[in-house]
């Protein structure tokens, strides 16, 4: 067990962290590189826009190459080898609003390259079994038997789960979009799920063709009680996916089940009831209740999964009332009492902000992927649209807030971390754009889920593109009834409206305290996590923010770290605001706009002469920039003269010393140094000297510490204050220091600085650190 002056240390000494290097082959010059290769291909194709197919591959060369996929996708693979999931974006096309009777069937033989086929849809039937690339890629025929490759993007979230396309299903493409594929062959390419439609074997649309017949058994119909067998014994396999299809082909093949047989159609609907519940389909989950509820009101099991389901959509008020409409019928169902008080709990949270921050750590802290259980909190704040339309609308305080109030403790809507052995990558070559890890894997899980789950899409689909598409305020449906998601706009709202969690797993893999040398290791493996919180995207940029923010597994804790009056607008940074002006605006140029902070504006008149000499006299010190507080604690204390040197000469390149953030790193390396050599008076010097600079306050005044430029690094140097005073018997200061320490951890740990105890602080914080 730790003691507090250890946690204190190793929170100290780690002045700086940061986010590990991805393999090597996903660097930015090679992503940059193959983006370059995907452009001329995707040039190649547009070549042939409009034109048939130059050479189409044959049906046997179609199914070789899907077998050699497969046979690629079951290979064990050397335990260092990451396989790449790729997506390239070559257009940006709408899905299809068009119903199925405005559009005339085509076959493979009429598509031509490049072409979106507005005006037709085509009934396809496969004849692979399916392969999951970042999509799910199939061989398909078409009612003549003509082969050709068909992926389908955005239909699932589970990666080892390829039920949605198994051999022998007939899918039909509203609107085919017909393409030079991913990985260089022909093919229709489906990226809008409401354009797929998965079709029975007696379906009219089916039956309208004759098609090629089937290989022997393969046609066979089955009967109910067969596919009910069959979903049963894949639920308990947990192939929930396959047993939902097979209850579904159940369903739909006999229309009048319900009446030659209730228990078995009532079995059907309870059992994809509970196969929707493990698939995220939860909207599916309640509407396959209702229809049971519709006949058998009083269904026990149908109103249970009816309130989980209601749970799991976070409707917690829905799912309290159909609890008790529950218990008002079974009044011992445990299952029924313990859900209620589940549903209480949560809605207790999301009016008061009551929770205990200690067991969501604890939990967070135990888990592979801490998704938590919990309901949002929306503090005193608002939504309102800014006095600066091109702002859009921001986060506003409704009262005067004191520093360190909860602000926000919100859910991620959709959150997603690196898969080992697994790399995603999107080459969008329309925008010249490529996004990597859990960046390149977060749309299609959104997509996905909104889709599944269209009462949620609405608020998803209102957060800001960055002026790539417009915001919708409803979503429309197609005549078939299905939710028309545009799958681009979704992914570059997420591109907009993401946050990142760097370097940080939503919860540690290793359940034990890795041993002395494995930590260095366990910081060094890539990693990273990123996710959308719908409420948090609405607060603006600023580099002067006035929030700060933590992550307890998917929930984001937002505090004020000063006091904002009544009306404010609230702030997070979207950039690390140590970085120069320039590498910041890069990143707001992006997302479309400039900021006008106070930092900005100074930083923007320093004149250009004054900004080179800083950079250059920067770059001087690039031998001390890049070694770890371990190296340089290491290193001779005679190099403390040489640090100061530098510190001199960076300084003096400021006209007017404000937000000297350059200085943070050279004072960091001095104070160690001094600290190493016993020399705690320069050393406290140094580290009040520091956050004076940066901060634009005095550490060490009486007052609350409120600094101009909000930086969590101030904890580490109130942390080491801390030491250096308790180690100079200096009282009074070290509990100055020992206040502000306590505030300001509060507010990064998300514990709530009044109320934590700084033990718990610390551990909260050394877990959103990685520190252990
Ligand atoms: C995450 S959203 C923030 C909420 C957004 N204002 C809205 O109306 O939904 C990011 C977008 O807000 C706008 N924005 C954020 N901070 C801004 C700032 N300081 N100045 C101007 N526009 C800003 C930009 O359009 C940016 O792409």
Same mark, same amino acid.
């Given at each position: 067990?730790?003691?507090?002056?250890?946690?204190?240390?190793?929170?100290?000494?780690?002045?700086?962290?940061?986010?590990?290097?991805?393999?090597?082959?996903?660097?930015?010059?090679?992503?940059?590189?193959?983006?370059?290769?995907?452009?001329?291909?995707?040039?190649?194709?547009?070549?042939?826009?409009?034109?048939?197919?130059?050479?189409?591959?044959?049906?046997?060369?179609?199914?070789?190459?899907?077998?050699?996929?497969?046979?690629?996708?079951?290979?064990?693979?050397?335990?260092?080898?990451?396989?790449?999931?790729?997506?390239?974006?070559?257009?940006?096309?709408?899905?299809?609003?068009?119903?199925?009777?405005?559009?005339?069937?085509?076959?493979?033989?009429?598509?031509?390259?490049?072409?979106?086929?507005?005006?037709?849809?085509?009934?396809?039937?496969?004849?692979?079994?399916?392969?999951?690339?970042?999509?799910?890629?199939?061989?398909?025929?078409?009612?003549?038997?003509?082969?050709?490759?068909?992926?389908?993007?955005?239909?699932?979230?589970?990666?080892?789960?390829?039920?949605?396309?198994?051999?022998?299903?007939?899918?039909?493409?509203?609107?085919?979009?017909?393409?030079?594929?991913?990985?260089?062959?022909?093919?229709?390419?489906?990226?809008?799920?409401?354009?797929?439609?998965?079709?029975?074997?007696?379906?009219?649309?089916?039956?309208?063709?004759?098609?090629?017949?089937?290989?022997?058994?393969?046609?066979?119909?089955?009967?109910?009680?067969?596919?009910?067998?069959?979903?049963?014994?894949?639920?308990?396999?947990?192939?929930?996916?396959?047993?939902?299809?097979?209850?579904?082909?159940?369903?739909?093949?006999?229309?009048?089940?319900?009446?030659?047989?209730?228990?078995?159609?009532?079995?059907?609907?309870?059992?994809?009831?509970?196969?929707?519940?493990?698939?995220?389909?939860?909207?599916?989950?309640?509407?396959?209740?209702?229809?049971?509820?519709?006949?058998?009101?009083?269904?026990?099991?149908?109103?249970?999964?009816?309130?989980?389901?209601?749970?799991?959509?976070?409707?917690?008020?829905?799912?309290?009332r159909a609890c008790e409409d529950l218990i008002a019928e079974y009044p011992d169902l445990d299952e029924a009492n313990n859900l209620l008080d589940e549903c209480l709990d949560r809605l207790r949270e999301s009016s008061r902000g009551d929770y205990d921050f200690r067991s969501m750590e604890d939990k967070a802290r135990s888990e592979d992927v801490?998704?938590?259980?919990?309901?949002?909190?929306?503090?005193?704040?608002?939504?309102?649209?800014?006095?600066?339309?091109?702002? +859009? =609308? *921001?986060?506003?305080?409704?009262?005067?807030?004191?520093?360190? /109030?909860?602000?926000?403790?919100?859910? @991620? #809507?959709? &959150?997603?971390?690196?898969?080992?052995?697994?790399?995603?990558?999107?080459?969008?070559?329309?925008?010249?754009?490529?996004?990597?890890?859990?960046?390149?894997?977060?749309?299609?899980?959104?997509?996905?889920?909104?889709?599944?789950?269209?009462?949620?899409?609405?608020?998803?689909?209102?957060?800001?593109?960055? +002026? =790539? *598409?417009?915001?919708?305020?409803?979503?429309?449906?197609?005549? /078939?009834?299905?939710?028309?998601?545009? @799958? #681009?706009? &979704?992914?570059?709202?997420?591109?907009?409206?993401?946050?990142?969690?760097?370097?940080?797993?939503?919860?540690?893999?290793?359940?034990?305290?890795?041993?002395?040398?494995?930590?260095?290791?366990?910081?060094?493996?890539?990693?990273?996590?990123?996710?959308?919180?719908?409420?948090?995207?609405?607060?603006?940029?600023?580099?002067?923010?006035?929030?700060?923010?933590?992550?307890?597994?998917?929930?984001?804790?937002?505090?004020?770290?000063?006091?904002?009056?009544?009306?404010?607008?609230?702030?997070?940074?979207?950039?690390?605001?140590?970085?120069?002006?320039?590498?910041?605006?890069?990143?707001?140029?992006?997302?479309?706009?400039?900021?006008?902070?106070?930092?900005?504006?100074?930083?923007?008149?320093?004149?250009?002469?004054?900004?080179?000499?800083?950079?250059?006299?920067?770059?001087?010190?690039?031998?001390?920039?890049?070694?770890?507080?371990?190296?340089?604690?290491?290193?001779?204390?005679?190099?403390?003269?040489?640090?100061?040197?530098?510190?001199?000469?960076?300084?003096?390149?400021?006209?007017?010393?404000?937000?000297?953030?350059?200085?943070?790193?050279?004072?960091?390396?001095?104070?160690?140094?001094?600290?190493?050599?016993?020399?705690?008076?320069?050393?406290?010097?140094?580290?009040?000297?520091?956050?004076?600079?940066?901060?634009?306050?005095?550490?060490?005044?009486?007052?609350?510490?409120?600094?101009?430029?909000?930086?969590?690094?101030?904890?580490?140097?109130?942390?080491?204050?801390?030491?250096?005073?308790?180690?100079?018997?200096?009282?009074?200061?070290?509990?100055?220091?020992?206040?502000?320490?306590?505030?300001?951890?509060?507010?990064?740990?998300?514990?709530?600085?009044?109320?934590?105890?700084?033990?718990?602080?610390?551990?909260?914080?050394?877990?959103?650190?990685?520190?252990?």
């Amino acid at each position: 067990m730790d003691t507090l002056p250890d946690l204190l240390k190793e929170a100290a000494l780690k002045l700086h962290h940061s986010k590990p290097p991805p393999p090597e082959d996903f660097t930015t010059d090679s992503l940059q590189t193959e983006l370059f290769k995907e452009q001329k291909y995707a040039k190649l194709a547009a070549s042939q826009k409009g034109k048939k197919p130059r050479q189409r591959s044959t049906r046997a060369d179609l199914i070789d190459n899907q077998q050699k996929d497969q046979a690629l996708d079951t290979k064990e693979l050397p335990s260092d080898y990451v396989k790449a999931f790729k997506t390239v974006i070559t257009s940006e096309y709408k899905p299809s609003s068009k119903g199925l009777d405005s559009l005339t069937p085509i076959t493979v033989n009429d598509l031509l390259v490049g072409i979106i086929h507005r005006n037709n849809y085509i009934v396809l039937r496969t004849i692979t079994d399916p392969v999951r690339k970042t999509g799910i890629k199939t061989i398909v025929e078409d009612h003549e038997g003509l082969a050709d490759t068909l992926t389908l993007f955005n239909v699932n979230y589970d990666l080892d789960d390829q039920a949605f396309l198994p051999i022998n299903s007939y899918v039909l493409i509203r609107a085919p979009y017909y393409t030079l594929g991913v990985y260089g062959y022909y093919g229709v390419r489906c990226d809008h799920p409401s354009d797929i439609i998965m079709l029975h074997h007696e379906h009219n649309l089916v039956k309208q063709f004759s098609w090629p017949a089937l290989p022997e058994n393969m046609d066979t119909v089955l009967t109910c009680e067969v596919l009910k067998d069959q979903g049963n014994t894949l639920f308990s396999e947990k192939k929930h996916q396959w047993a939902c299809t097979k209850y579904t082909t159940a369903l739909q093949q006999n229309e009048s089940l319900k009446e030659q047989n209730l228990d078995m159609w009532v079995a059907l609907h309870s059992n994809r009831a509970v196969c929707r519940l493990k698939i995220f389909q939860y909207e599916g989950a309640i509407s396959d209740c209702e229809e049971v509820l519709k006949c058998l009101p009083k269904n026990k099991k149908a109103m249970f999964l009816k309130a989980r389901a209601f749970y799991f959509l976070r409707r917690f008020d829905k799912s309290a009332r159909a609890c008790e409409d529950l218990i008002a019928e079974y009044p011992d169902l445990d299952e029924a009492n313990n859900l209620l008080d589940e549903c209480l709990d949560r809605l207790r949270e999301s009016s008061r902000g009551d929770y205990d921050f200690r067991s969501m750590e604890d939990k967070a802290r135990s888990e592979d992927v801490a998704r938590l259980d919990h309901a949002d909190y929306i503090g005193p704040v608002q939504i309102l649209q800014c006095r600066d339309p091109a702002k +859009g =609308r *921001g986060l506003f305080a409704t009262r005067d807030i004191r520093q360190g /109030e909860l602000l926000l403790c919100e859910k @991620a #809507f959709v &959150v997603t971390t690196d898969t080992p052995k697994r790399y995603y990558l999107t080459f969008n070559t329309v925008r010249k754009e490529v996004f990597s890890g859990p960046r390149a894997q977060l749309p299609c899980q959104l997509i996905r889920f909104i889709y599944d789950n269209p009462s949620t899409a609405n608020s998803i689909m209102q957060l800001d593109s960055g +002026g =790539r *598409g417009k915001r919708s305020s409803n979503i429309r449906y197609t005549p /078939e009834g299905q939710p028309i998601i545009d @799958a #681009f706009t &979704v992914s570059n709202i997420v591109g907009n409206n993401l946050l990142e969690l760097e370097g940080v797993p939503l919860g540690l893999e290793e359940k034990e305290e890795p041993k002395e040398k494995e930590k260095d290791d366990q910081r060094e493996t890539w990693g990273g996590a990123c996710g959308v919180w719908v409420m948090t995207s609405h607060m603006n940029h600023s580099c002067l923010e006035n929030v700060g923010r933590t992550f307890i597994g998917d929930f984001v804790i937002v505090r004020a770290t000063k006091g904002i009056k009544k009306g404010d607008e609230l702030f997070q940074s979207y950039a690390d605001v140590t970085k120069p002006l320039k590498d910041r605006q890069y990143i707001f140029k992006k997302m479309g706009f400039m900021c006008k902070c106070a930092m900005c504006r100074y930083q923007t008149y320093m004149s250009t002469k004054e900004n080179q000499e800083r950079e250059k006299a920067v770059k001087n010190f690039t031998k001390f920039q890049d070694a770890s507080t371990k190296k340089i604690a290491k290193m001779s204390p005679d190099l403390a003269p040489q640090v100061r040197k530098h510190i001199d000469i960076i300084f003096h390149t400021y006209s007017n010393p404000a937000f000297c953030t350059e200085l943070l790193r050279p004072y960091g390396v001095l104070s160690t140094l001094q600290f190493t050599s016993n020399h705690l008076k320069g050393c406290a010097n140094s580290l009040c000297r520091i956050v004076e600079l940066v901060a634009g306050c005095d550490p060490l005044a009486d007052e609350e510490f409120e600094p101009k430029l909000w930086l969590s690094e101030y904890v580490y140097y109130f942390l080491y204050l801390c030491i250096v005073f308790d180690l100079l018997e200096d009282k009074k200061n070290y509990e100055n220091c020992w206040k502000k320490a306590k505030m300001i951890l509060g507010i990064l740990s998300g514990v709530g600085y009044e109320s934590a105890r700084i033990e718990e602080a610390i551990r909260c914080f050394r877990h959103s650190m990685r520190l252990y």
